[in-house]
Every structure is written in structure tokens, then in C-alpha cells.
């Protein structure tokens, strides 16, 4: 009802389609049978999928555990391609998930929540979009992602460029034709890092403006065999089960052995193991404290960077894309296809821009140190404003008028992941200060969204209205993630999980590190114990 001023009362606003949407309005919809109302900024569902459609675009999750774990006769009935299936493919299934389920039918497109106020006579949320609509929704559920505002840095002159700009996350639906032009891309995060290989395939030249060197795992990407696929099928009870318990949301089987617990021949032996496993099994199924002892992460990122010198023919080159400032696993793991081999290519050059910073952006290309690389096409591989920066889009007002950004103008602050004070009603999935990011996120997702119509169903049953974040609870929540964070790797690099890749964010460590086992366990006990950390009310939660 674009330009209609007529408020539509409703039980839910779920906003955002992607994995966590989808998932949330079947669960209120169709098992609570709440009348609920998904919108959605894009013109169809898949949320990152939809956005991220740079070419090597695929997931790095493996892709049988990248997928939905509620609903036994879609995870028997739909078959991947390969182990990491690229952006077309995961697309496809998340739209094949909207159809099974008939999940676009309550939702707007093409539409952006602009504000959700929280109306203290009536206990309700006014949530009003771009489009015009007015709802008066009992509950908001924001799956608005963690990595769905793209950030392109403020390079002077950034707009006088008269080529071709792209933004990763934001990728023309059309594709780019790369043919026969010369490309910069800038960034060398996993995005960079996935388009890179083929964009040089593609280009007549590229160049490659990077900040940071990063440590890389090889995919070891194919295609899966039906066979093992199917053997994978029968057992995905005990592999589910196995990976909600785990701390990463895989089903791995984890080292409990210290890098320091073996000689040096074995260890070498046991990291080329994972290296030809390849994938987040490099992490999980060798040592268990690459995440915890500088020390033994020291000896891993010394052995990837051996294998960088190795595939790198030019040894300055090779130099140039070692990293040397922040210890392996610090920063989000690459699983990487081809990227340094691609080095080896005649038509691709390094810029390291440490060395050479970028000056400006001109009408016909970029000047770094006092060079001028003229381009037709820059490619923004500069990644997300995450975790906070889809919440900042929306003016967001819980109790007394308070607003969620003013409230987390020093750092976001929830009661696990999930609530934040002042904000009856209003539910984050993978909020900040839940595992989110620092997981396999579907397992997260669909831990986030029970735990909702959890919470939904226990108010119906008792005949209550509200409920909201004790701030005592939430106090310490933020200090027990915190504390989880500080012995990590995590500390020791500048990345955006501390908010350091945007200009002005605060330090701050914002996904939960202690493991999505160890995350579910909190959940399941705050349950038990009748939602400790929350005051749940049958009228006005002031009174
Ligand atoms: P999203 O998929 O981000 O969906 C959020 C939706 O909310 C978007 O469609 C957005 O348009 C919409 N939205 C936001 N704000 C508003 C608003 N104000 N109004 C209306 N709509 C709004 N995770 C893994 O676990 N494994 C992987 O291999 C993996 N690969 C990734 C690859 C890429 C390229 C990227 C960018 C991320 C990847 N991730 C991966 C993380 C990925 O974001 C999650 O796995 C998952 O897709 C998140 O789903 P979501 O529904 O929570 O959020
Ligand atoms: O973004 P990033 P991304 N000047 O922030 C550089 C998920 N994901 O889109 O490292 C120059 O990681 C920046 O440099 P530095 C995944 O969770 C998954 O690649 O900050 N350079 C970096 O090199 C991932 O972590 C997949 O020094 C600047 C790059 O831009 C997350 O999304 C694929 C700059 C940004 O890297 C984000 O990934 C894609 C500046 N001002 C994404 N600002 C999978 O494979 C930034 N950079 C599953």
C-alpha cells in the first residue's frame, strides 16, 4: 500500500528475508498462526545471497551444513552441487524455501523499515517503511543480517570517477562484463579474495589494491558425490546434533591436542593434513589452541605463510602478500580458490598500499603513492558495516523514547544477542553479543528463531504481554562476552568484528566467542530457569 497512511495492526513485523526472515516468518505464521508481515529492502528473498552476486561469490561453510536443519523432508529432498556452491545456487534454494513454505506471500519487497517506535499506552510497535506502510506490530523481530550494509571507504574524489563502481555487496543483478577492461579491485577480505581469481581470468588487467595481507585455507572445492552426499543424509540427525553442540557450527571432530603437545615433524605432518582437508577443518581438526595461544597460532600462520612463499613465483611479490602484523586467526579465516596462484599471472598487479597509500580517486582511475593507475571498472571488495550498521539504519525507539543507537553509541549492548533493554517486544536474530558471525550461521539462525517462538508461545500460554531485558542481566552478558573475547585471537588484529574497519566505530568486540554449544547452553538454562534475565509482564512494563 505504497503511499497509504492506514495503520495495519499485526502480531509481527519480521524484517529482512534472508536465511533468518524466512525461517522466523514460518515459524510465528505458520506454526504459531501469528498474522505477521515480512519486509524486505530487496525485490526477492535470500538476504546475502540476493545482495552478494560478485563473481566467486559461494559460501565457505560447507554446504550440506549450509542450509536449514528444521524441516527433515527439505534436507532429504534437496541436493547440492559441490562442496561450496556459489551464489546462484544458494539463491536458488533459499527461493526454493520461500516456495515450499509459501513464505513471499506476507511479505513486501522493494521496501525498507525506516523506524519502529515502541508506543507505551498501547504496548505496541509503530513501525513505518519507505514505502509508505504503517504497521502496529506487538512484536519486531529485526533479521536484518550482520553483514548487509557495505561500506565504500570515503577515498577523496570517490565520486568524480567516470568508469564503472561496484560494490560486492551490492552487485548489479545483470553481472559485469570484465572483458578486455582494466579492473582495480580494492580489499583483499573474503570477498575480495573469492572475486579476485576470476575476475583476473575475465579482465584484460587487475590490479589489486591491498591494506592487509591475509592467511588463506585452500577450499579444496569439487563436486560432491551423490553417494557420499546421501551416506551424509542418513546420519543428519547425529551431524545436526553434533554441530549445535560445537563451537563452531560445523560437525568437526575437534582436537582436544595442544600444537605444542607434538614434535615438530608431526606437527607439520598434522597441519599438512588439514591443509589438504582444506576449509575451516585447518582450524577445528588440528590444534586446539590456534584460537587461544599466540604462540601456537604463531606456528600456523608461519606454515601458511611458507606455503605463500611456495606458490608465489616472484619472491618480492610473495613478500608483499605475507602476513606479518596480526597472528593467524585474528581476523574472519579466508578459505581461498586459485588466490595466490593468481599472482602468477602476467595481467595481475599488487599495490600495497601501506607502502603506496591511495592519494585519490580521479575522473579515470586511482593514484596511489605517485603512481596512476588508469582503470575502466574499480571493484569495491571494502565489506560491511557489520553487525550494527543495519540497526543504525533504522530509527529504532524503545521506552521513555530512548533510541537503540544512542543506547549503543558506545558499543552495542544485548542480553544474549537477543534483547536489549528499554526495547520490549523487540528481538534481534544473531544480535550482537550471540555467536552469529563466529559460526556456521544457519545453526545460529535457527537456534535464534526457536528461541523466539519460544519466548512468543510462553507469553501466549500465560497470558502475558511483555517481556524485556533485565538490565542486570544484559550487564552481564556484555562483561561474559567480554570476557570470553579477551584470551582470543580476536583481540590481536584490527577487523571488523571490533568494529575497526569503519572510521569512528567503537572498539568493541561484538560477536560471542564462546561457541554456539556453549551459547545454546546459557539459552537453554535461562529457559529453565523461567527466562532469568527478563521481566516478563501481563500490561505495562513502566507500571
Ligand atoms: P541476511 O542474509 O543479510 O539478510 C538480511 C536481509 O535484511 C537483507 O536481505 C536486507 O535487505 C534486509 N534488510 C536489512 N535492513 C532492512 C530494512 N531496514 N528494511 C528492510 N529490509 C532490510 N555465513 C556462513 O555461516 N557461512 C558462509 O559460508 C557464509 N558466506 C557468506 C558469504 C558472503 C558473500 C557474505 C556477505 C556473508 C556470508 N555469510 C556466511 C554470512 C551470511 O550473512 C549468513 O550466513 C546468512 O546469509 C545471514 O542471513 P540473515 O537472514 O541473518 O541475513
Ligand atoms: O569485507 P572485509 P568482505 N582502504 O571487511 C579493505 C563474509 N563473507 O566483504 O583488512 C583500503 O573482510 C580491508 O582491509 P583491512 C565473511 O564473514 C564471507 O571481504 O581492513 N582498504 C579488507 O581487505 C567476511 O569476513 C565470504 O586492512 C580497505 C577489505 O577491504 C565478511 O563477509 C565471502 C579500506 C574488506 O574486507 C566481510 O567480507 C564474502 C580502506 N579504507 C564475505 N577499508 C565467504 O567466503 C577496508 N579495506 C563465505
Not at 134 to 143: G, L, P, Q
Not at 156 to 162: K, L, N, Q, V
Not at 397 to 426: C, E, V
Not at 427 to 441: E, R, W
Request: glycine share 10%; proline share 4%.
Amino acid at each position: 500500500m505504497p503511499g497509504s497512511t492506514k495503520v495495519r495492526e499485526l502480531d509481527a513485523v519480521v524484517i529482512g528475508a534472508g536465511f533468518s526472515g524466512l525461517f522466523m516468518n514460518h515459524r510465528l505464521r505458520d506454526t504459531l498462526g501469528l498474522d505477521v508481515q515480512v519486509i524486505e529492502a530487496g525485490s526477492d528473498v535470500g538476504g546475502t545471497w540476493y545482495w552478494n552476486r560478485y563473481p566467486g561469490a559461494r559460501c565457505d561453510s560447507e554446504a550440506y551444513m549450509y542450509c536449514f536443519g528444521f524441516d527433515r523432508d527439505l534436507m532429504q529432498q534437496w541436493e547440492w552441487s559441490g562442496k561450496y556452491p556459489e551464489q546462484p545456487e544458494i539463491l536458488r534454494y533459499l527461493g526454493h524455501v520461500a516456495d515450499r513454505f509459501d513464505l513471499r506471500r506476507n511479505t513486501s519487497f522493494n521496501t525498507r523499515v525506516r523506524s519502529a517506535h515502541f508506543h507505551e499506552e498501547s504496548n505496541r510497535w509503530d513501525v513505518e517503511t519507505d514505502a509508505g506502510e504503517r504497521y502496529r506490530s506487538r512484536f519486531v523481530i529485526t533479521a536484518i543480517g550482520c553483514l548487509s550494509t557495505g561500506q565504500i571507504p570515503d577515498f577523496r574524489g570517490r565520486d568524480t570517477f567516470t568508469g564503472e563502481a561496484y560494490h560486492t555487496g551490492a552487485w548489479p543483478h545483470e553481472g559485469v562484463d570484465f572483458a578486455g577492461k582494466k579492473v582495480a579491485v580494492i580489499g583483499t577480505g573474503s570477498s575480495g579474495v573469492q572475486s579476485i581469481p576470476v575476475i583476473a581470468r575475465q579482465a584484460d588487467h587487475l590490479t589489486v589494491f591491498q591494506r592487509t595481507p591475509q592467511y588463506m585455507i585452500p577450499a579444496r572445492h569439487g563436486n560432491v558425490d551423490k553417494a557420499v552426499l546421501d551416506e551424509i543424509k542418513k546420519e543428519y540427525d547425529t551431524i545436526y546434533d553434533k554441530a549445535r553442540h560445537s563451537t563452531g557450527g560445523f560437525p568437526y571432530d575437534v582436537q582436544d591436542r595442544s600444537a605444542f603437545d607434538v614434535e615438530d615433524a608431526e606437527r607439520r605432518r598434522i597441519l599438512e593434513e588439514g591443509w589438504e582437508m582444506g576449509g575451516f577443518k585447518f582450524m577445528f581438526s588440528t590444534f586446539s589452541d590456534l584460537r587461544t595461544s599466540l604462540t601456537a597460532s604463531e606456528l600456523a600462520g608461519e606454515f601458511i605463510r611458507g606455503k605463500i612463499r611456495e606458490t608465489v613465483n616472484d619472491p618480492e611479490l610473495a613478500q608483499k602478500l605475507l602476513p606479518l602484523d596480526h597472528p593467524f586467526g585474528s581476523k574472519r579465516i579466508l578459505i581461498d580458490t586459485d588466490y595466490f596462484e593468481t599472482y602468477n599471472r602476467d595481467n595481475v598487479e599488487l599495490v600495497d598500499i601501506n607502502a603506496e597509500p591511495i592519494v585519490e580517486i580521479t575522473e579515470t582511475g586511482i593514484t596511489a603513492g605517485d603512481t596512476h593507475h588508469d582503470v575502466d571498472v574499480i571493484v569495491y571488495a571494502t565489506g560491511f558495516d557489520a553487525m550494527t550498521g543495519s540497526f543504525n539504519r533504522i530509527d529504532i525507539r524503545g521506552l521513555d523514547g530512548q533510541r537503540l543507537k544512542d543506547k549503543w553509541a558506545a558499543g552495542p549492548r544485548t542480553y544474549l544477542g537477543l534483547t536489549s533493554a528499554g526495547f520490549p517486544n523487540l528481538f534481534m536474530i544473531t544480535g550482537p553479543g550471540s555467536p552469529s558471525v563466529l559460526s556456521n550461521m544457519p545453526i545460529s539462525i535457527e537456534q535464534h528463531v526457536e528461541m523466539i517462538s519460544g519466548i512468543v508461545s510462553h507469553l501466549d500460554r500465560n497470558e502475558l504481554e511483555l517481556i524485556e531485558a533485565e538490565v542486570r542481566a544484559e550487564d552481564a552478558w556484555v562483561e561474559h562476552v567480554n570476557e570470553v573475547a579477551e584470551p582470543t585471537m580476536f583481540m590481536h588484529a584490527n577487523s571488523w568484528y571490533l568494529g575497526a574497519n569503519i572510521p569512528g566505530k567503537p572498539r568493541v568486540f561484538m560477536p560471542y566467542a564462546g561457541g554456539v554449544g556453549a551459547y545454546r547452553q546459557h539459552c537453554d538454562k535461562v529457559v529453565a530457569n523461567g527466562y532469568e534475565g527478563f521481566t516478563l509482564s501481563p500490561g505495562s512494563v513502566k507500571a
